[in-house]
């Protein structure tokens, strides 16, 4: 793919006359390729889950880059409320806070994978090593939880090639979302809490990060937001009537 980019911007420079045309193309090509890698919607380079038509009134909470100390208020506040949650583990924190991986499941929640490390050039890495980062934390799960997961939630959202082929040859289904809250921004409670509200309806999967105290108290205003919607918060096992677990 790179190297028909760079062929095709030598070939625009050395002419000239075609320069417009084929200029507006390339822009065209790396934009939707662009918005392909980043929008798991798109379902551009793999099959993602992003949402599931519902003929109940039921939506998917999940939580990405735990377990952290915030979890356990978060587990909390769902046993409060009697509601299940999802939430996409990054290995190096699961062998942080194996205890709080371990309650996940304990309360009736889904734990699943989020990669080992959280790489920053996740979109760059070859599907060697993206394997490698979800069998490290597939293994750091099962180590602490006993279990071993079949769901997997890419770093930063992003896909391509080489992520699908790894998920491919790992056997685990990639999930998305549709309400993407964006609680790790600079936003306040309530800008963030408006941004979820507005979007809720039954069948969405809805994203949030369980890493801080804002995340905890916007949860808990979903959690009231939900009751007062007469929508029930269900772990991913029953919202996608599917096995989640290996074993």
Request: hydrophobic residues 45%; positive net charge.
């Amino acid at each position: 793919m790179s190297l028909a980019l760079f062929l095709m911007t030598v070939f625009i420079w050395k002419n000239d006359q075609l320069y417009s045309p084929w200029i507006i193309v390339l822009i065209l090509y790396v934009g939707i390729v662009s918005w392909g890698a980043f929008d798991l919607r798109l379902n551009f380079f793999m099959q993602s889950t992003t949402s599931v038509r519902k003929n109940v009134q039921q939506v998917a909470i999940t939580f990405d880059d735990g377990p952290t100390p915030f979890t356990l208020e978060i587990l909390d506040l769902l046993d409060q409320y009697q509601a299940k949650a999802s939430f996409f583990c990054i290995g190096t924190q699961v062998v942080k806070y194996p205890m709080i991986a371990k309650q996940i499941i304990e309360r009736g929640h889904v734990i699943a994978n989020h990669s080992m490390n959280h790489p920053n050039k996740m979109g760059f890495l070859p599907s060697g090593q993206v394997v490698a980062e979800i069998n490290e934390a597939n293994h750091a799960i099962e180590t602490a939880t006993g279990k071993k997961v079949l769901l997997y939630r890419p770093p930063f959202g992003v896909s391509n090639p080489h992520i699908a082929k790894a998920l491919h040859d790992c056997k685990l289904k990639s999930i998305g979302w549709n309400i993407r809250s964006l609680d790790t921004l600079s936003l306040t409670e309530d800008q963030i809490f408006a941004r979820i509200a507005k979007k809720l309806s039954p069948g969405s999967i809805i994203l949030l990060h369980d890493t801080s105290e804002k995340t905890v108290h916007i949860v808990k205003s979903l959690l009231i937001a939900l009751k007062v919607n007469k929508l029930e918060a269900v772990n991913l096992e029953d919202f996608l009537n599917q096995k989640v677990y290996e074993n």
